[in-house]
Antibody
Framework: QATLQESGPVLLKPTETLTLTCTVS??????????VSWIRQPPGKALEWLAH???????SYSTSLETRLTISKDTSKSQVVLTMTNMDPVDTATYYC????????????WGQGTMVTVSS | EIVLTQSPATLSLSAGERATLSCRAS??????LAWYQQKPGQAPRLLIH???DRATGIPARFSGNGSGTDFTLTISSLEPEDFAVYYC?????????FGGGTKVEVK
């Protein structure tokens, strides 16, 4: 059974850089039928897709945030890392990583999410 | 970038009633559309993929329909555990996106 677990800071100050790690198990990040995305959700608001990394290391980013985002993976460590620069209070949200299955074109398994607060 | 618009924002119904949720895409996404259910404090759960295929373990009262730009999620008879927020998501092209959500609440 595939699982994903997010980890990272709980509190950041404005202008700081956020680094989140998604540790996966039960599947390989080199599986061509799978990929991992980061998705966030501000309190009481809708889901917002941020970035995706494919098994061949190709990446895709949200158009509105791509200048601030970098996604990468370490297959040997089963980890996907997201960095977001110049954090602002509006970036306060629960950040999820999720397993994307190309057979379904959808996110089949989600991590539990990690809440990140940006405040001075 | 494709925009998904969900309606209504809130649906007030009673248990046993039928729920019909809409998702409209700003351009055709073929059948590359998924639906998720999210309950408070939980991560979203995949309900429907490829517009009409139920995910593993999803009850038959959930059904999806549509293609191109107009999609519907129907819950044939609401159970108490179905009161939640529902999101659609496309993967017609990258970047993908989610709709703004529909909250199904108890009337």
């Amino acid at each position: 059974q595939a699982t994903l677990q997010e980890s990272g800071p709980v509190l950041l100050k404005p202008t700081e850089t956020l680094t989140l790690t998604c540790t996966v198990s039960g599947f390989s990040l080199s599986n061509p039928r799978m990929g991992v995305s980061w998705i966030r959700q501000p309190p009481g608001k809708a889901l917002e897709w941020l970035a995706h990394i494919f098994s061949d290391d190709e990446k895709s980013y949200s158009t509105s945030l791509e200048t601030r985002l970098t996604i990468s993976k370490d297959t040997s460590k089963s980890q996907v890392v997201l960095t977001m620069t110049n954090m602002d209070p509006v970036d306060t949200a629960t950040y999820y990583c999720a397993l994307y299955l190309s057979d379904f074109d959808a996110f089949d398994i989600w991590g539990q999410g990690t809440m990140v607060t940006v405040s001075s | 970038e494709i925009v998904l618009t969900q309606s209504p924002a809130t649906l007030s119904l009673s248990a046993g009633e039928r729920a019909t949720l809409s998702c409209r895409a700003s351009q055709s996404v073929s059948t590359y559309l998924a639906w998720y259910q999210q309950k408070p404090g939980q991560a979203p759960r995949l309900l429907i993929h490829d517009a009409s295929d139920r995910a593993t373990g999803i009850p038959a009262r959930f059904s999806g329909n549509g293609s191109g730009t107009d999609f519907t999620l129907t819950i044939s008879s609401l159970e108490p555990e179905d009161f939640a927020v529902y999101y659609c998501q496309h993967r017609s092209s990258w970047p993908l996106s989610f709709g703004g959500g529909t909250k199904v609440e108890v009337k």
